[in-house]
Every structure is written in C-alpha cells, then in structure tokens.
C-alpha cells in the first residue's frame, strides 16, 4: 500500500474548483433531458415527490459517502476500495464494487454519448433556422428523421466521444474547470428565460400542476425503482465517480456542505426544465409521456417560435452539451485513472483506449432503441442503486468510525450522528425497500 496523502493524477485548485467540477458532473442530459421524460412517463407530481425523498434521504448521504471514501483512499475507486478495504481489515471482496462502478460508468456513457450527439445536431439545426415558424408537428419530424439516420448519428457520437476524451486526456482542471464556471451559470439563467416563455404559453399552470400535484394512483412499482435510479443518475452517484472527484479533493474542504450544496443545484436546474417544458408540452397538445425525443420536441417550438429564438435556441443547446460533456468525463474517469495506476500506460494512451471501447458500445444505441432501453434499466435502475447501497453498507458499517470522523470533520457532534443513521441504515434499507417492491414482494 502507497502512503498517498495526495492522488498522483493531482487536485483540485480550491474547493469551489471541486464544487464546479462535482456539479458539473451533477449537471446533464439527467437534469434536462432525462428527468422530464421519465417524469412523463411516470405520471408527474408523484413521481417528483418520490425523487426529492431518494435525493434527500439517500442521495445526499451516499454523495457524503462517496466523496469522503475517495479523498480517504486516494485513488480511484478500484485501489480506494482495496485500500480502505485493507485499513479496516476488511474482507477483500469490497474491490469488486469498484468493478461495478467501473463498468456501469462505460455502459452509461455508451448511450449517453449518442443522446448528447443529438444535442450536438441540435446545436445546427438552431443555427441553420431549421426550427423558425415551425410547427408542433414539423419539429417532430426533424427528430424522427434523425433517429432515422444512423449515419448522423454516428458522426456526432463520435465527435462528442472525441472532445470527451480529448478533455479527460489532459486531466480534469486545465480548460474544463475554467470552462464549468462560466458555462453553468449561463446554463441557469438561459432556463429561467425558458421557464418565462413557458409563462407566456397559457398552459403555464397546467404544466406546474402536471409537475407538481401528486396523483399516486400513477405510481407502480417500477415508478418508484426509476425514481430512485434517477436520484442515483441525475447526482452521479453509485459508480465511483464523485468518489474519484473527491479523491482529487485538497484536505480540509467541508465534504457534507458541499455535497448539499450540489445536491441542491443539481435539484434546481432539473426542476426549472420541467417548468420550461411541460407548458410547452400541454400548450401543443403534445404527449407528456413521448419518452427520450422529449426535450428535442418541446423546446425547438419555443425556439421557433419567440424573438431572438434562433440565438437562444443556439445557445441553449450549446449549453446542453457542455453540460453532458462535463458529465461524461466523470463517468469515464475512474476507468482512466484506473489504467494509469494499474498499468504502465499514460493518460493519453488510457483515454484513447477506454474511449473506443466506449464508442464501440454506444453503436447498439444508435441502431436499435430497445439496446439504449435495456442499458439504461440495467445501469440506472439496478447498477446504480446496487452499487449505492454497497457504498452506503462500507461507509456505515466496514470503515471505522474513527476514520470516517476524521475525514467528514463536521462541526458537531449531532451532524455525523445524523449523516452515520442514515449512510448505515436508512439509505440502504431504502434501496432495498425498492428492490423488494418491484420484485413483487409486497404484492
Ligand atoms: N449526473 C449526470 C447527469 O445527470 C450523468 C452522470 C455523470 C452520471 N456521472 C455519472 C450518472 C455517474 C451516474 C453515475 O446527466
């Protein structure tokens, strides 16, 4: 065992440094394209109300968790894993669920490329007018004729794959720390813009009430397992990779404030899309439940269709794939930093490598929907809350408490208490709660 008191891929510059980069992985295609199509999908207000709970009873903690875990060990979460494993004197097994991260991090971000390659032919679509005076049903059409085409598809997949890995090759702070904090305070003020057209729609309130107001008559079991995945999902928590961000994390820095803090805007930004969304949505007749074509069949019609659309319209999907990209570094990272610490291979060489494999994968998304489907109920619903609960029984219950005290170093007593209640009982039992449900266990 090395006597790492830093990792040797670097740190973070400061704290804010961490906090941009941590919601900058938060931040995504989870936040404004995923959350309001599942949220159509599952019936709206109920579900919401379940994915606040799952954010707040067992998100925040494990994001605790995670982030503690990784500035602890040092590494990333395969060698973390060993080496805290070995510090508690523990069964050596937990290194596996370093391996879970690791491959539900590439699964992901398989699929994840090719949806913000449609973001990326958006960006075009803005640019060139093609959605200025269009109809409801028109800028449907723009969408389906590019699930229609593999080889559009194909090429921004690859473009996004390119500019991921270019990133993650020169290490994390250089461009993208810069890049994050001016991109994601620009990203919120442009969906406020959004979510003041929404206003001018008149079905502002139907799109609230559809957000808001529960109904849990809609809910079944599988609402509630996608729920909780998305808390998992849209936070980035379960597969290391807020725990190799916090391994990059310089002594000293609050890990409890500062994963509220993320949690919260992270929360924010997914709520202010569906209020920009679902007035358009209702305001045309169109059907909330569309799924993953959602966002590129709601927002173009805003775009089209208000003064100085054509520059917002630009702008906001430039915004987007900023957002995906500084996400989709985080879901690859512990895999490359896990071929740097393991092998005799250099950054570059280990970003080259992982991203083809990845590029590879994500070929199944666009040729076949049910591919991209399957992924993502393998990753977001079952590996990700499985690894989640794993994470949440090694921080409450195989690390010693003196060592996780030490490292959250909160200001009182009451605080870990409450952090330690709910990361060694609450969370797990949550997740395991929801597995039962949906295995019918409950009837
Ligand atoms: N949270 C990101 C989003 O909402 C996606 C993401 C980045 C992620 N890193 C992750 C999801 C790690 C799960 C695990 O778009």
Redesign the pocket.
Known sequence: MTDTKKSIHGEWSSRFAFILAATG???????IW?FPYITGENGGGAFVIVYLLCVAVIGIPIMIAETMMGRRGRQCPINTLETLTEEAGANKNWHYLGWLGVV??FL?LSY?SVIAGWAMAYVVKAFTGSFSGESAAQISTLFSDLQASPVQQIFWHTVFMVTTMAVVARGVQGGLEKAVRFLMPSLFVLLMLLVAYAMTTGAYMQGLEFLFKPDFSEMTGDSVLTAMGHA????????G?IMVYGSYLPKGVSIAKTSVLIAGADTAVALLAGMAIFPIVFAHGLEASAGPGLIFQTLPIAFGNMSGGWLFGVLFFVLLVFA?LS??I??IEPAVAWVVENYDVDRKKASIGMGFLTWVLGLGTVFSGSFFEKMDYLTANLM?PLGGLFIALFAGHVMLQKHTQAELALDNETEYVVWKFLVSYIAPAAVFLVFLHVLGVFG
């Open positions: 992985s938060a931040v995504g295609l989870g936040n995923k539900a991090g992901i994840y998992f999902f849209t936070l980035s928590l379960g597969m990779a995906a996400s989709a985080s879901l990700l």
